[in-house]
């Protein structure tokens, strides 16, 4: 019989949310967030850090693609698909200064 005996509960869920009480404890106390936690483990030891971080990443990711052309497209759907794409070009913009 293969896999985890029946009624035994997953510690996976418990072990991460062990981890983010302990990542907002520290940040409390040595007034850091995470990302500047990362940021300082990443400059360390990159390798590492990144290792660690990917065991946190999803391992497939579900994707539906639907092609829309243009001329399909009702006037409103267009004026909203531009408005759409102008506020994300703004927003990644935005962040690639910071």
Avoid: F, W
């Avoid at 509960?9 to 991460?16: G, M, Q």
């Avoid at 030891?45 to 579900?62: A, F, G, H, R, V």
């Amino acid at each position: 019989m293969a896999g985890r005996p029946k009624g035994r509960s997953d510690i996976a869920p418990k072990v991460r949310a062990a981890i983010i009480r302990a990542i907002d404890n520290l940040g409390t106390k040595k007034g850091k967030g995470l990302d500047q936690i990362l940021a300082e483990q990443l400059e360390k030891d990159p390798i590492s850090t990144l290792n660690m971080i990917s065991k946190y990443c999803p391992k497939e990711i579900e994707m539906a693609v639907t092609k829309t052309v243009a001329q399909d497209m009702a006037d409103e759907e267009l004026d909203e698909a531009i408005a759409i794409a102008r506020k994300e070009e703004k927003t990644t913009s935005q962040e690639n200064v910071h």
